[in-house]
């Protein structure tokens, strides 16, 4: 009896494995046979990681498919490690993109390794002009070399967010956010409207007797962390509008300049601010700060940050979104930084050419209008940015303080630099201390000797 | 029990007659035996408040979520984290929630998740078993020499292999496909080798000699009583493996270029951050890892108690 108990299972067992190894072999060869494309059209890969874009690109790329039946375009999105992990692994293996979209700190990498084609060697974007772009965006991706990396896509600018209603409240309009100037010594009209906008426990304002900047129940001025290198939203405005920059030329300086005075009084000024209760410590935000869901639940009442957040902001729950220009400085206007994004093709590309078509297309007014037509960045072609401008409009927001900034060139550009990895390892740290508290700005002109090594 | 019987089922086989039972007395609960029960509830709720909070972070609303940080209860309730991983809402709506527009398509995730860790489970314990009885009970010339270099390959960390095996799918031409993310782990692993091996040890030689007498050969003594005396460990490895293969990340990203063979895992990678900056979809993400992880705690439940059941079990009492 106990002796034949086991072979029915056995036999059972048996055939189960039998019919997983055969399953799995059936649906690999299903798969291979699912992931071929139509015969004679050539398979373009193009990469972004803009979940929030993805939509309007696949408007775009729809579009492009039609208008050039004998190419077809996959996209992949992956969120922003992902994507970086993913293409750096790819590019070791060949089997990267052809296209895909690229970012100013990553760039002078790949170019250096030879990952990237020179868009004016090909023949769809040869003839690409510069002046087609907003001002100063293509000449940021011209290599050392003279060579063009990446065909503009967007840019994007930084002013200042606000709830409109929790300004009046502190008996103040929106217009006066508008006409505020700063300076590193007293912080100017900008600080007195973040004092008056600061609220401690006691419903005491920060330019009121008896503030209590221990215990602050709304900050004037949101924090989005330290900044790191760039000071993208948090302190690149602030530098800039002493007529700082980041290095001694637009782009491919050869020298930085934290050593700079100016710098580091701006840094002094805005970090100085945690200690008077007008914007949250360190220990608050972490390593993660969140300033748009800080202003949408009321924990701040100002929000210097990027374009690229209009969305974000916009779909925040139970605020009147304003949006106000950034403070002007010493140089008697504001300044933010100005940056872009850019779509590349890889030198592994077994089709340059028709990957070319793509970017030309990706780069074209066509395109770019129905990207700025989904108000989720501003193109780079002023068509595309004026379609931007429109859809933001119907959404109820007006974006003129991004895009004035840009019309009147009042514009820093990113740091396009050598050796961008090793320089951001070295001084994120170094700006969280100094955030923190623990360090003293005055020790960036040391930090700036080491940066400066490493740009050899 | 004769000691030429072949195996029972390890789950027939009467597991409480290895252990006496007390017989027991009704009796006031000691003041230790109070303690036992007051610690145990303790380390019961510090274990699953983390599964709380999620569920808690997945029924609220992102926008909501930073004004009352601190809530025990979900803020704002709103199914709109579920509604995102199963793809039921629209991009622009998943926008406005603090989401992302990537469309989800769920159900296809789920069935290459399901796919990709039932072919490897199934393939890598099958062949795995067949080299761990090679290495525990034949014997051949430089049998633990080649085990040595098995064990040494433990060693060596995934991140090392996995550039040499990406290009390897790739001269394949198996990018993007689900059996180019099987493969790697399709055959064997040092693990399941090693573990198994050590399972097969225990089953007592006498039953294999009496097989071998009746003039079974070695392939039969392995289905007939390798594999049903150690289904205990078997099953473990199985439950091991599965996990694993579900729960890998890397691997399917590198290899999926498409919806075609995108795994759960990867898919629902979309809740993290999706650009500098923008920050994560709180609701999302919590519930697309409550729901990631579901399948296999199911599996635990099922499991569990037939695994430590047969874990001990080896032919002869």
């Known amino acids: 009896m106990k002796t034949t108990t086991h072979r029915p299972t056995l036999a059972r067992r048996r055939r189960t494995a039998t019919v997983a190894t055969l399953a799995a072999g059936v649906l690999a060869l299903a798969g291979c046979a699912g992931s071929g494309s139509a015969e004679d059209s050539v398979a373009l890969d193009y990469w972004l990681w803009d979940a929030n874009q993805l939509p309007a690109y696949q408007s775009c790329v729809d579009a492009f498919e039609e208008a050039n039946p004998d190419l077809q375009v996959r996209i992949s999105q992956y969120g922003w490690d992902d994507y970086w992990r993913k293409l750096t692994a790819s590019f070791v293996a060949g089997a990267g993109p052809d296209v895909f979209t690229d970012h100013l700190t990553r760039y002078p990498e790949f170019a250096e390794r030879g990952l990237l084609l020179d868009l004016t060697t090909l023949e769809a974007t040869a003839d690409a002009e510069a002046a087609e772009f907003q001002e100063g965006l293509a000449d940021l991706w011209v290599g050392q070399d003279g060579a063009q990396y990446g065909m503009p896509k967007d840019f994007d600018t930084i002013a200042l967010f606000y709830d409109a209603t929790l300004i009046t409240e502190a008996g103040m309009s929106p217009e006066d956010l508008d006409d505020l100037d700063w300076n590193p010594e007293d912080g100017g009209s900008f600080e007195d409207a973040i004092a008056h906008l600061s609220v401690d426990a006691n419903g005491v304002r920060g330019d009121e007797e008896g503030f209590d900047p221990e215990n602050v129940a709304v900050y004037g001025l949101a924090s989005n962390g330290s900044g790191g290198t760039d000071g993208q939203t948090q302190w690149s405005w602030l530098a800039g509008s002493t007529g700082w920059t980041f290095t001694d030329a637009d782009v491919w300086g050869t020298e930085y300049n934290f050593d700079d005075p100016q710098l580091q009084a701006s840094l002094e000024w805005l970090f100085g601010l945690v200690d008077k209760g007008f914007m949250a410590p360190y220990e608050e935000v972490g390593t993660e700060p969140n300033p748009q869901q800080a202003l949408g639940s009321g924990r701040a009442a100002l929000s210097a940050n990027g374009s690229w957040m209009l969305p974000t902001y916009a779909g925040l729950d139970g605020i009147d979104l304003g949006i106000a220009s950034l403070p002007s400085g010493p140089v008697g206007h504001p300044v933010s930084m100005y940056n872009g994004l850019g779509d590349s093709i890889s030198s592994q590309s077994e089709h340059p050419e028709e990957a070319a078509r793509l970017v030309d297309f990706l780069g074209s007014d066509e395109c770019q209008t129905i990207v700025g037509e989904a108000g989720v960045v501003f193109p780079a072609r002023p068509a595309g940015t004026e379609a931007a401008r429109q859809a933001f409009a119907d959404q109820g927001l007006d974006v003129s303080p991004f895009l004035d900034l840009v019309e009147n060139q009042n514009t820093l550009f990113f740091p396009v630099t050598q050796s961008y990895g090793s320089i951001t390892a070295l001084v994120t740290p170094i700006m969280d201390e100094i955030y923190i508290g623990s360090r003293d700005v005055a020790t960036l002109t040391e930090v700036n000797e080491q940066v400066n090594d490493m740009l050899g | ?317």
């Open chain 2, 1 to 317: 029990m004769s000691e030429t019987t072949v195996a029972t089922r390890p789950d027939e086989a009467g597991t409480t007659s290895a252990h006496s039972v007390p017989p027991r007395r009704r009796r006031r609960p000691s003041v230790g035996r109070i303690v036992a029960w007051v610690v145990m509830v303790v380390l019961l709720i510090i274990t699953l408040f983390p599964f709380y909070w999620m569920l808690r972070t997945a029924l609220s609303s992102n926008s909501a979520l930073y004004a009352e940080a601190s809530s025990w209860l979900p803020v704002d309730f709103s199914w709109g984290g579920f509604e995102r991983v199963f793809g039921l809402q629209s991009t622009e709506e998943a926008i406005a929630q603090g989401g992302s527009g990537a469309s989800i398509d769920f159900w296809r995730y789920l069935g290459n998740s399901v796919v990709v860790a039932t072919g490897i489970t199934a393939c890598q314990v099958f062949f795995s078993a067949m080299a761990a009885y090679a290495f525990s009970r034949l014997h051949w010339k430089g049998r633990d020499r080649v085990f040595a270099i098995f064990l040494l390959s433990l060693m060596v960390p995934v991140i090392f292999t996995l550039l040499p095996n990406f290009l390897l799918i790739r001269e394949l031409g198996l990018i993007d496909t689900l059996f180019g993310i099987m493969l790697p782990g399709l055959f064997m692993t040092p693990f399941a080798i090693f573990f198994l091996r050590q399972f097969f040890m225990n089953v007592p030689l006498e039953v294999e000699e009496a097989a071998l007498i009746d003039g079974a050969s070695k392939v039969r003594v392995f289905f007939s009583l390798i594999i049903p005396m150690s289904a205990g460990p078997i099953a473990t490895i199985s439950i091991l493996t599965y996990i694993t293969a579900w729960n890998d990340y890397f691997w399917p990203l590198m290899v999926s270029y498409s919806d075609e063979s995108r795994v759960l895992t990867v898919a629902l990678g979309n809740f993290n951050e999706q650009s500098p900056q923008t920050g994560p979809d709180w609701s999302g993400l919590m519930a697309a890892t409550l729901v990631a992880a579901l399948p296999m705690i199911l599996l635990f439940l099922v499991f569990a108690r037939r695994i430590v059941n047969s874990i001990g079990f080896t032919g002869i009492k």
